[in-house]
């Protein structure tokens, strides 16, 4: 198997690409571009799979695109981190394109054209594999650019007003990020010579302190608005909720993860002795509390959960910025925790649009009564993203909060408190939103919706007349099945957390090691 | 490695130029920013190769000696492709957002102002159920029912009436009348508070005529005439 890995690790970037090529020519014929698609990304699966179990039991490989050997050529690399965010990736934006599509063939608004849709949904999932893969600084850019421009069109699909206004900003702030990270690619080749990352970690420790940390801070602000941490995170909460709703969750989950992705890995590799320390930790705790704070002003639920998204990406940052083995094992861990918690809210709120026509609270109610399988939907990922145990957020917090106090320093020990007041001011969000939109009489709300009234009212008599009521969920059952999915890998993920925990572990042992990295990569050379 | 001095300035002009131009609300400056910007880091890039030599080889002499570094020249290339295609799109975004709002500028998100307002009118509405007093009795902005009636000229209910019947008079004289009956009962009901207030008043204009000493012999007159009222009730 081992000499099949080589061969797999381009898979994941290259499928999908090829994917996107062929659903263009296909436009016309719809079926035949969702069946393509949904088996590249199935194949995508599969493989990222074999890939993490491979990776993991013979470590670390790289492959030398075209047979041109590093450093001059461009490598892939495939370590335990990129192979553990590759398969959660592609288990959500599988599912995610199935609820995308079903949505699609019952939407008969056209607002949204889907022979645009699948080219560039497969180019996102192609550009994120890419970034988790790369090896090489400009390679990790062009990941970057080509989800970023892919969700470009995603978020403006069917182009309407209220779109194009948040696409502008959206556009515009990832503009400015990726020139950013540009110039900072330009300013490490000149100091270095070279983008390899595994070089880089050996020549930027060489270089004078200043001189790093203008890499450093420069690097860290590109990946910081990409990643929504306070005071880079005013952006998402004004664009993402306007797009379609499988757009919106794929985006909540993924993007903003590889941003964060992108920081583990420089940190670790090419910052080892970082001495940004403190500053990211101020970043993360404000991160977290400024976030929280904004989605209590909120009265959507998309909004609100946009909030919360900026909010929880300060954990992640807590622990990347302790810098610690255990840190980084629960900043992993937590990452591939709130990539499928995220991701399953958003489809969840998805499907409560389409059955009570709004994501406001001041016009949702009674659906606790109308739908119960989708409040469950809601409300599992709800609690777990607020950290009620025993789900996989309160095992991510508690790691977190762990690693903090082996610190014995006070900047930690603060972080922790302002951690577990926004777990505590999550659940305040989250049980607000569920009295107001859930658990209230439709009737009784500011601006009620004629339909979930009547309905309610209907439920209500044949309940008192001790008739039985036939529920009906009102929303296409492919629709349910796919966000059903996410909400089961989110139970998985507390089910099967110690051999997860045991690869998060093991993924954080390779990071304390980049002269390991190194080795792999260079071969020989060093 | 050498750079050359004018294009090291140029980069920097155009990076100041770049952010100066995006820092616009409007979306074209802000575009022409962004392409500013992207062409300087762009040559930034090309700089790092250091003075270019020519030609990079004659394919007899394969040594490297002398040679540009041929690497940034391949990111520059891969950057400039990315740069070109997002330029089109925004450009096609910008188009389509002045076709549809006839705004060539930065909108502001409704969602967000509609937080900011109903904030102000939840806490107005919140402090008139919870914590309106007896301080303003009938007089606060948004008075309880059965708040005392502080001066005597009738609850809001019965204020509403009045206006109401003011407004429905056929003509202005029975108008007056309306107005001037009601004056006359409440001024009936309280005239011992009425007339101290009246008389209290009067001092006080008085003191401040005598104080600036232009006033008309008119407006005394007229302050006489108030005084008088007052008594008279």
């Known amino acids: 198997m081992i000499d099949l890995l080589p061969v797999l690790i381009p898979l994941p970037v290259l499928l999908p690409l090829i994917g996107a090529g062929i659903t263009l020519v296909l436009s016309k014929y719809t079926k035949a571009q969702n069946v393509v698609s949904i088996a590249i990304l199935l194949a995508v699966m599969v493989i990222a799979t074999v890939v993490l179990f491979g990776v993991d039991a013979h470590g670390p490989q790289v492959v030398a695109i075209g047979g041109w050997e590093p450093p001059a050529g461009i490598v892939l690399v495939a370590d335990r981190l990129s192979a553990l965010m590759l398969i959660v990736s592609s288990l959500v934006t599988l599912c995610v394109l199935v609820y995308a599509l079903s949505q699609d063939a019952n939407d008969d608004s056209n607002e949204t054209p889907i022979s645009v849709f699948n080219p560039s949904y497969l180019v996102l999932c192609a550009g994120i594999a890419n970034s988790f893969l790369a090896g090489d600084l400009f390679n990790l850019y062009v990941g970057f650019e080509m989800f970023l421009v892919a969700s470009y069109v995603l978020l403006t699909l069917g182009a309407t007003a209220e779109r194009i206004r948040a696409g502008v900003t959206y556009v ?38 200043d001189v790093q940390m203008i890499l450093h801070v420069l690097l860290l602000l590109g990946f910081g608005i990409k990643a929504a941490i306070f005071p880079l995170s005013f952006w998402l909460p004004d664009s993402y909720p306007t797009a379609p709703a499988p757009v919106t969750a794929v985006f909540a989950g993924l993007l903003t993860k590889v941003g964060i992705y992108a920081i583990i890995r420089t940190e670790t590799l090419l910052f080892a002795d970082s001495s940004l320390r403190v500053p990211l930790l101020i970043a993360a705790g404000l991160t977290m509390l400024v976030g929280i704070l904004g989605a209590i002003a909120q009265s959507e639920i998309k909004r609100i959960v946009s909030f919360t998204l900026v909010s929880h990406i300060g954990y992640m940052l807590f622990g990347v910025a302790l810098g610690t083995s255990v840190g980084l094992s629960a900043a992993i861990y937590y990452t591939l925790h709130h990539i499928i918690v995220q991701t399953a809210l958003f489809l969840a709120i998805g499907l409560v649009e389409m059955r009570g026509g709004s994501t406001s609270t001041r016009s949702l109610g009674g659906l606790m009564v109308l739908s119960p399988v989708l409040t469950i939907m809601f409300f599992v990922p709800a609690l777990n993203l607020s950290g009620i145990p025993p789900f996989s957020g309160f095992i991510g917090k508690v790691a977190l909060f762990l690693a903090g106090f082996d610190d014995h320093a006070w900047l930690p020990t603060v972080l922790i408190v302002a951690g577990a007041l926004t777990s505590l001011l999550t659940l305040y969000v989250i049980g607000r939103t569920f009295n107001l939109a859930f658990w209230r009489d439709p009737a009784d709300v500011e601006e009620p919706n004629a339909d979930l009234v009547d309905e309610f009212a209907e439920r209500k008599k044949t309940l008192l007349a001790g008739k039985k009521w036939k529920s009906q969920i009102g929303v296409p059952p492919a629709m349910v099945v796919a966000t059903s999915v996410i909400v089961i890998a989110s139970i998985v993920l507390t089910v099967a957390a110690e051999p997860l925990w045991g690869m998060a572990e093991r993924a954080a042992e390779n990071l304390q090691t980049p002269l390991d990295y190194v080795s792999n990569v260079l071969g020989d050379e060093s | 490695m050498s750079m050359p001095f004018v294009m090291v300035v140029a980069m920097g002009v155009l990076f100041a130029a770049g952010i100066y131009l995006m820092l616009e609300r409007s979306l074209t400056r802000v575009l022409l920013g962004f392409i500013l910007l992207g062409n300087g880091a762009n040559l930034l890039i090309i700089l790092t190769a250091g003075r270019g030599s020519v030609p990079l080889t004659d394919g007899k002499n394969l040594s490297t000696e002398g040679m540009s570094d041929p690497l940034p020249q391949a990111l520059i290339l891969t950057a400039i492709v990315i740069t070109f295609a997002v330029t089109a799109f925004l450009l096609a975004m910008i188009y389509r957002s002045w076709r549809l709002m006839r705004a060539d500028s930065l909108q502001d998100d409704d969602a967000d102002l509609q937080v900011a307002i109903t904030k102000v009118i939840d806490s107005e509405a919140e402090a008139s159920t919870d914590y309106d007093d007896t301080e303003f009795g009938d007089e606060a902005e948004s008075p309880i029912r059965g708040a005392v009636d502080l001066d005597d000229d009738g609850t809001p209910d019965e204020r509403e009436e009045i206006a109401a019947e003011i407004d429905d008079a056929p003509n202005p004289a029975q108008a007056d009348a309306i107005a001037e009956a009601v004056v006359d009962s409440q001024t009936d009901a309280h005239s011992a508070n009425e007339a101290e207030a009246a008389e209290e008043a ?21 302050n006489d005439a108030k005084g008088t009222k007052g008594d008279d009730a």
């Open chain 1, 172 to 209: 515009i702030i990832s503009l400015v990020s990726s020139v950013i990270f540009l110039t900072a690619i330009g300013i490490i080749y000149a100091a270095t010579g070279t983008v390899n990352m595994a070089q880089l970690s050996e020549r930027i420790s060489d270089l004078p302190a």
């Open chain 2, 202 to 222: 009067t001092d006080a204009k008085e003191a401040t005529d005598a104080d600036v000493a232009t006033d008309t012999e008119e407006a005394k007159d007229t």
